[in-house]
C-alpha cells in the first residue's frame, strides 16, 4: 500500500492518481454541528466518521474526502449549537454532484458513512447511494451510518459510551468526561430509562446524553471498538 497519505485535499493530483491506482476507492464522511453534552464537540458525529474513513482507506486503500458537517435528523435540532438542515435535499444534491464528479475521474467505488445516525440522515444517504446506482453508472455506492455497524463490542447512542469511547479512540484530546457533574453526587436515576425522553430535562446530570453513562469511562475498550467499525467500513469499500 502506498505510504502517501489519504486525505484528498492534501493531495496533489498525481499523488490521488497513485492511491486510486492500488484501489479505486472514495470514502465520503458526513456528521453534523450538534450538542453532545459538555464533555464532547459538537462535531463529533463527522469527526468520527472521518477518522474512521482515514484509518480504513489507511488499511486497505483509496482516498478520503473531507467531512461534510451537515446532516438532518435527531431530537437535539434545538440544543445549543447545533446546527441542522430542516430538509435533506441541498445535502442530497451536493452528494450527487459529489459522486457524478467521482464518476468523471474514473473512480469505481464510494463509500458514504455518516457519523450522525438519525432515522433522517440514514434514509437520506440510502436514497442518495440507491438513486445513483439505478443510473448504471460504472461508480458504485454504498451508503452506511455508524448506528448499522454489524456487532459493535458497544451499543450505538448519542454522547454516552459509544460516542465517547469512539472519539477517545480516534482523538483522547477532545473528550472530556470531567465536564460532565460528578457522578456520586449527581447519580444517573438508576431504574431510568437510558434513551428516555428525561435525557432532554436542562436539570438532568445526562442532559442531551442518550445511552449508557460515560462519566466512568473504561477507555480501554477504546481501541477495540474502534478497529471493528474500521475492519467493517474497508469492507465496504471491497464487497
Not at 482523538?171 to 428516555?196: I, N, Q, R, S, W
Request: hydrophobic share 40%; charged share 20%; proline share 9%.
Amino acid at each position: 500500500m502506498t505510504s502517501r497519505p489519504a486525505a484528498v485535499e492534501r493531495l496533489s493530483p498525481q499523488e490521488i492518481d497513485e492511491r486510486l491506482a492500488a484501489a479505486s476507492v472514495a470514502y465520503l464522511p458526513l456528521g453534523s454541528l450538534e450538542f453532545h453534552g459538555p464533555h464532547l464537540p459538537i462535531g463529533l458525529d463527522a469527526l468520527t466518521a472521518y477518522g474512521l474513513c482515514l484509518r480504513a482507506a489507511e488499511a486497505s486503500g483509496g482516498v478520503v474526502l473531507p467531512a461534510v458537517y451537515q446532516a438532518v435528523g435527531g431530537e437535539h435540532s434545538r440544543y445549543p449549537w447545533t446546527i441542522m438542515s430542516d430538509s435533506p435535499a441541498a445535502i442530497e444534491t451536493l452528494l450527487t454532484e459529489t459522486l457524478s464528479r467521482l464518476s468523471e475521474f474514473g473512480i469505481r467505488r464510494a463509500v458514504l458513512l455518516s457519523g450522525h445516525f438519525a432515522d433522517e440522515q440514514r434514509d437520506l444517504i440510502t436514497r442518495v447511494a440507491e438513486q445513483w446506482n439505478a443510473t448504471g453508472e460504472p461508480l458504485h455506492v454504498v451508503a452506511r451510518t455508524l448506528g448499522q455497524a454489524p456487532q459493535p463490542p458497544v451499543a450505538p447512542d448519542h454522547a454516552g459510551r459509544f460516542e465517547s469511547l469512539l472519539l477517545h479512540a480516534l482523538a483522547p484530546e477532545l473528550v472530556h468526561v470531567d465536564a460532565l457533574p460528578d457522578p456520586d453526587a449527581f447519580p444517573a436515576p438508576a431504574d431510568e430509562d437510558p434513551f428516555g425522553q428525561d435525557r432532554h430535562r436542562t436539570d438532568h446530570p445526562l442532559h442531551g446524553v442518550f445511552g449508557p453513562d460515560p462519566r466512568r469511562l473504561d477507555v480501554e475498550a477504546a481501541a477495540g471498538l474502534r478497529d471493528h467499525l474500521v475492519t467493517w467500513i474497508a469492507g465496504l469499500a471491497t464487497a
